[in-house]
């Protein structure tokens, strides 16, 4: 059975060694895309990371920071803002916190999965790449409970495979994936 | 407050559910968070009722609506409290190069500090005027719905831990003293100095519910209007305009802005980035 035009998001969280991976499947993504995708990229606060710029260099995608109360439109790679928490609405806007970080982390990955799993129900890919925190794995587990489709880099190709790791232990993860694999797969979602 | 277990579940907060019992809390209490962004509330809510293993949201009514002193826990929750002293250094950097000069031309000012939660930033702010010798021709009004954190706030009390970011910070801001001139530490906490207290004034406001209560210079309202829905944010803006003066100074959080309110063009900008505005008419 096809895939296409089950879901209106995918949500991806990225840690240590984020860049590269984003950058590998951003690049592989077509410039008319039927989907948004929103990332969280642990990222410090303050200095600035370049980080939307850098990936804007990569994919033929728009890539934007997400503000609150924007609306989320397809085609459109959204990053979460550095010391902020990124939340999903029902009405598919965004909404930001400066709540304490989660898993030490702010914007943390499970903040936005736990909140997009309640705004889209089944409708939505979460996907955990490379990273050295458990962030991830608590957000990958809500995803799978709404009905969602959990996706998880393969820790043996991932530079840091403590993240991938965590959301595989939870049992909650439907597809491991190398990087090339993950992106092969976003791109069959295209309706 | 402790994290909780991450093998644990999380209460699913039904939207409708959710609305409903926020609808009853404001008929019950007055505290109404029916304008507040529910994506984050819902969090707060979920994250309320774990902590006290709660599994419910029928259960969690009854708790609210029977015992005021859980209500005053769960306010103290769901109102996010989260802030720290001289947050975002390039802000306060922005605020004693573009506005200060310009404060210093009033006899004497009046400052509103809305959302003041812990207090954090209202010594900040009193910090900065006081640099500028402006502090003791000043009166600081720091508000808040939660009296919980209104009391820390009064007390100026802050974990020692917290000096070292709070030092580096406050240096990036363009701080030119030796930071710890402004505490005495004491059993791992600091307490602030006396001379900071002097021109404070801490009281409960609801910005929700509650009208302008004076003429200020300077609106100091950072990270609050990020967990109100569209409407209540207008209608929030709308108060901080009534009650400036004209040429009046409106500071928001680095991801807010006047952008989708109706008063935007009565506001000029100072600092685009630091959002900084001023009220032009």
């Known amino acids: ?191 | 407050m402790k994290e909780p277990d991450r093998n644990e579940q999380t209460m699913v907060v039904d939207s409708e559910a959710l609305r409903h019992l926020l609808e009853e809390i404001r008929g019950v209490y007055g505290y109404d968070f029916t304008e507040y962004a529910e994506a984050s509330v819902k969090r707060r809510v979920g994250r309320f009722a774990e902590l006290r293993q709660i599994n419910s949201l029928e259960q969690l009514r009854e708790l609210l609506l029977h015992d005021e002193a859980s209500l005053e826990n769960f306010i103290q929750e769901v109102s996010v409290t989260v802030t720290e002293m001289f947050r975002d250094p390039d802000f306060y950097l922005a605020l004693r190069m573009a506005v200060v000069k310009r404060l210093a031309t009033y006899p004497f000012l009046r400052v509103w500090v809305a959302g003041c939660a812990t207090g954090e930033e209202v010594y900040s702010a009193a910090i900065m005027l006081e640099e500028a010798d402006l502090l003791r021709r000043s009166v600081i009004y720091a508000t808040d719905i939660n009296q919980k954190s209104m009391q820390t706030a009064r007390e100026g009390i802050y974990p020692i831990a917290a000096m070292k970011s709070y030092t580096s910070n406050y240096l990036k801001s363009g701080g030119s003293r030796e930071f710890s001139t402004y505490y005495k530490a004491k059993y791992g906490s600091v307490i602030f100095n006396k001379d900071l207290k002097k021109n404070l004034i801490f009281y409960p406001h609801n910005l929700v519910v509650d009208r302008s209560f004076n003429e200020f210079h300077l609106i100091l309202c950072r990270n609050v209007l990020i967990y109100f829905k569209q409407a209540l944010q207008n209608r929030v803006i709308g108060l901080f305009h009534e009650s400036l003066c004209t040429f009046g100074i409106l500071a928001l959080g680095s991801k807010e802005s006047l952008l989708f309110t109706d008063k935007r063009k009565n506001f000029q900008e100072i600092a685009r980035k630091e959002k900084i505005y001023m009220k032009v008419k």
Request: include cysteine; charge should be negative; glycine fraction near 10%.
């Open chain 1, 1 to 191: 059975m096809s895939e296409r035009g089950k879901y209106a998001g995918i949500f991806i969280g990225s840690s240590a060694g984020g860049l590269a991976a984003l950058s590998a499947i951003f690049s592989q993504l077509p410039e008319i895309f039927s989907l948004p995708i929103v990332v969280v990229q642990h990222r410090a606060k303050g200095n600035r990371d370049l980080l939307e710029e850098i990936l804007a260099g990569k994919s033929a995608l728009r890539i934007e920071q997400a503000s609150e109360k924007e609306a989320i439109r397809a085609g459109c790679i959204y990053l979460a803002p550095p010391d902020y928490h990124l939340l999903i609405e029902e009405d598919m806007t965004f909404s930001l916190s400066s709540a304490e970080p989660v898993v030490h982390s702010r914007p943390s990955i499970d903040v936005l999965f736990e909140s997009a799993a309640l705004a889209l129900g089944r409708r939505l890919v979460g996907v955990v790449l490379t990273g050295a925190s458990p962030d991830g794995s608590k957000g990958i587990t809500a995803i799978r409970r709404s009905g969602g489709l959990t996706v998880v880099q393969d820790p043996e190709e991932a530079e840091y495979a403590a993240m991938p790791r965590a959301a595989i232990a939870t049992g909650n993860v439907d597809k491991i994936l190398p990087v090339q694999g993950i992106a092969e797969f976003l791109r069959g979602l295209h309706a």
